[in-house]
Nanobody, 129 residues
Framework: EVQLVESGGGLVQAGGSLRLSCTAS????????IGWFRQVPGKEREVISC????????YYGDSVKGRFTISSDNTKNTVYLQMNSLKVDDTAVYYC??????????????????????WGKGTLVTVSS
């Protein structure tokens, strides 16, 4: 069973920083896309950032470019999201997601990220003014 476990959410003041972590386990495919999405009640889920385990290509959504940085440790199947200069609008539940590159399901390029099949339960990030 594939599992994604997120951690690092919490309450922070605007302008502050948080670092999210997500560790994936139980998957059998080799190369993958792993990334972060967020959702606010009543709104569509938004792609935040993704990274490829194959070549390290990354994607960032326009709303977080220059403020958030994704990184990964492939030896630990772990992805991190360093979030700086947080804004009240960044408040959301942040989900980690995983997709299979080998089966040509998941894709990440600098302009898109899609094909995620596995999802974590989410971690809440609240940014106060």
């Amino acid at each position: 069973e594939v599992q994604l476990v997120e951690s690092g959410g919490g309450l922070v003041q605007a302008g502050g920083s948080l670092r999210l972590s997500c560790t994936a386990s139980g998957f059998t495919f080799g190369d993958y896309v792993i990334g972060w999405f967020r959702q606010v009640p009543g709104k569509e889920r938004e792609v935040i950032s993704c990274i490829s385990s194959y070549d390290g290509v990354t994607y960032y959504g326009d709303s977080v470019k220059g403020r958030f940085t994704i990184s990964s440790d492939n030896t630990k199947n772990t992805v991190y999201l360093q979030m700086n200069s947080l804004k009240v609008d960044d408040t959301a539940v942040y989900y980690c997601a995983l997709g299979d590159i080998d089966a040509q399901i998941a894709v990440v390029t600098p302009v898109k990220c899609y094909g995620m099949d596995y999802w974590g339960k989410g971690t809440l990030v609240t940014v106060s003014s």
